[in-house]
């Protein structure tokens, strides 16, 4: 089956407009978690969620940021008023539940965000 | 909280030869994973090797081991045969066993590998 699926590949925007991320992930796969990468950085954890719900937003970095999902499947990552900082590769995650046992993460291949 | 540590920015290895990438963490936790992705140009992280805190045997995949000491808290990774296609971002990473996978990651050390 098809891998974890991000989109838009690549977006820019202008500094103060909103923008939207998505993240598809492996069917079947109940856990998924966002991550920021900034240039030249390694991955920080932003939010999971386990389901429809997200028991750890502790990563996200203001209240600009916020994220959803529905019918345990398709997340999105939404930034308000974005601001130069945020520029960086959004990177998606999707895992069976990690209950079973230790599960790989699989990763998409992120969104790049460039503010202008 | 978890500290995870590259002090190598960049390494170069020749073809064929082996090259040792290191990596020091800190944690209180008791039971624990640490991990080695590779991140292409694509962006996609891919794991590489995962080694158990409470195994004592270092884990192997293929041309890829790890040195992992406990004590010390250090965990590098030995590329053998490196090859043109191991060119890559390389992150150590670290997460605690049970629950949910809430993965801390270095930053990490490009590897460029030399015809």
């Known amino acids: 089956g098809a891998g974890v699926s991000q989109s838009p590949s690549n977006k820019v925007t202008e500094k103060g407009k909103d923008v939207e991320l998505r993240c598809d992930p492996i069917?079947?796969?109940?856990?998924l978690y966002w991550y920021r990468q900034r240039l030249g950085q390694g991955l920080e954890f932003l939010i999971y969620f386990q389901g429809n719900s997200a028991p750890d937003k502790s990563g996200l970095p203001s209240d600009r940021f916020s994220a959803e999902r529905t019918g345990e499947s398709v997340s999105t990552l939404t930034i308000q008023r974005t601001q130069q900082e945020d520029s960086a590769v959004y990177l998606c995650?999707?895992?069976?539940?990690?209950?079973?046992?230790?599960?790989?993460?699989?990763f998409g291949d992120g969104t790049r965000l460039s503010i202008l | 909280a978890q500290t995870v540590t590259q002090s190598q920015p960049e390494m170069s290895v020749q073809e064929a030869e082996t090259v040792t990438l290191s990596c020091t963490y800190d944690t209180s936790e008791s039971n624990y994973y640490l991990f080695w992705y590779k991140q292409p140009p694509s962006r996609q992280m891919i794991l590489v090797i995962r080694?158990?805190?409470?195994?004592?045997q270092n884990a192997t995949e293929n041309r890829f081991s790890v040195n992992f000491q406990k004590a010390a808290k250090s965990f590098s990774l030995k590329i053998s045969d490196s090859q043109l296609g191991d060119t890559a971002m390389y992150f150590c990473?670290?997460?605690?066993?049970?629950?949910?996978?809430?993965?801390?990651f270095g930053t990490g050390t490009k590897l460029q590998v030399i015809p």
């Open positions: 069917s079947g796969h109940t856990a």
């Open positions: 995650a999707s895992s069976l539940v990690q209950g079973q046992g230790w599960q790989p993460q699989h």
């Open positions: 080694q158990e805190a409470y195994k004592q």
């Open positions: 990473a670290f997460s605690r066993a049970g629950g949910y996978q809430k993965v801390t």
